[in-house]
């Protein structure tokens, strides 16, 4: 018997990586706001948009093969968190270390959000029919 896609999870799946992307390009929106108001050079306001990107895509793979050995669901939910999260206390963090710091957060939770989602919409997506 055919399974049918999961309208309801997909769409929650869906809103999920939105805002975790959202999250992650939200540091690049940020620095003309760490250069104007905190008085970062472009060279560390850069940096931390780097710092996004790499804690983000470098530690993803990690959390994938995790996500295969042991499925859990709740790097789904927690991982939008931290990513708001990061970027919500970058905003208003009183130095440049924990600026950092925020964003490194962030990117955590943006790579600890793609791989068990991607599983589980694989999951909700239904099965399908050979083609005959």
């Known amino acids: 018997m055919e ?8 769409a929650v799946l869906s809103a ?5 992307d959202l999250n992650q390009g939200a540091v690049a929106a940020l620095v003309p706001f760490f250069v104007s108001e905190r008085g970062l050079s472009l060279a560390a306001a ?3 948009v780097l710092a996004a990107t790499l804690s983000s895509s470098i530690v993803q793979p990690l959390f994938g093969l995790f996500s295969d050995k042991k499925p859990l669901p709740s790097l789904m939910p ?3 968190m931290l990513g708001g999260a990061g970027v919500a206390l970058a905003g208003m963090a009183p ?3 924990w600026i950092f710091l925020c964003v490194v957060l962030s990117g955590l939770g943006v790579a600890a959000f793609h791989p068990e989602s991607a599983r589980f919409a694989n999951y ?3 099965s399908r029919a050979p083609a005959e």
Do not use: N, P
């Open 16 to 20: 999920g990586h939105l805002f975790t």
């Open 3 to 10: 399974k049918g896609v999961d309208r309801r999870a997909m």
């Open 78 to 80: 927690l991982g939008v």
């Open 95 to 97: 130095s440049f270390v």
């Open 124 to 126: 909700v997506s239904g």
């Open 46 to 48: 850069g940096s931390l």
